[in-house]
């Protein structure tokens, strides 16, 4: 079965420009999260979705958006690129959603994002 | 406010050594309390999931123990391998409100 993909798995911006990040998860998950990792502050939740509703979300400004699609692959959208946007962002998937419950999470190698 | 605390911060120890990592939070209400690896340039790899009412779950040589009424977690590793050098990563869920506190991570290093 195959793991979680994401794309592209690099990526260069400057600041100002806005960046759309895709998720596909295993297949059969329907639950996707996103999370932000910096060496500074570690990972991040940034927000999860399931059966293309938003379940919860993190503490990000409102120019981290997302969705979720009816075959469970998910997008991330981030506007207004700032530099301390910078960051390895990360999804996961698991049957069911994942926070508060025992569900194992999977995670895609993650998209590198760099804003210059 | 919802804190995990990891130490140490990284470790090196040789081939064949066993270790412990530690994890304090002060996550509350308690729901759920994760240890994954992180492999450098890869995504986390879930190792256990404890409840509150689970004290030890192991995954091969890898054990985990849970003491919710001091609020602390450990990580046991036996027998390292030079392939356990990774960063590893407590964290945290709590009941109701649904969401995660993650540990900054241990990075360990396994010296051959």
């Known amino acids: 079965k195959a793991g979680v993909t994401q794309t592209p798995r690099y990526l260069i911006k400057t600041r100002g420009q806005q960046v759309t990040l895709s998720c596909s998860p295993i297949s059969g998950h329907r639950s996707v999260s996103w999370y932000q990792q910096t060496p500074g502050q570690g990972l991040q939740f940034l927000f999860e979705?399931?059966?293309?509703?938003?379940?919860n979300k993190g503490n990000f400004p409102g120019r981290f958006s997302g969705r979720q699609f009816s075959n469970s692959r998910s997008e991330m959208n981030v506007s207004t690129l700032e530099l301390g946007d910078s960051a390895l962002y990360l999804c996961?998937?698991?049957?069911?959603?994942?926070?508060?419950?025992?569900?194992?999470?999977?995670f895609g190698p993650g998209t590198r994002l760099t804003v210059l | 406010k919802n804190q995990v605390e990891q130490s140490p911060q990284s470790l090196i120890i040789l081939e064949g050594k066993n270790c412990t990592l530690q994890c304090n939070y002060t996550v509350s209400p308690f729901s759920n309390l994760r240890w994954y690896k992180q492999d450098t340039g890869r995504g986390p790899v879930s190792l256990t999931i404890m409840t509150f009412s689970e004290n030890t779950k192991s995954n091969g040589r890898y054990t985990a123990t849970l003491d919710a009424d001091t609020k602390q977690s450990s990580l046991h590793i036996t027998a390292s391998q030079l392939s356990d050098s990774a960063s590893y990563i407590c964290v945290v869920s709590a009941s109701g409100y649904s969401t995660l506190t993650f540990g900054k991570g241990t990075m360990l290093l396994v010296s051959p």
């Open positions: 996961a998937s698991s049957l069911v959603p994942g926070l508060g419950g025992t569900d194992t999470q999977y």
């Open positions: 979705y399931f059966s293309e509703t938003q379940r």
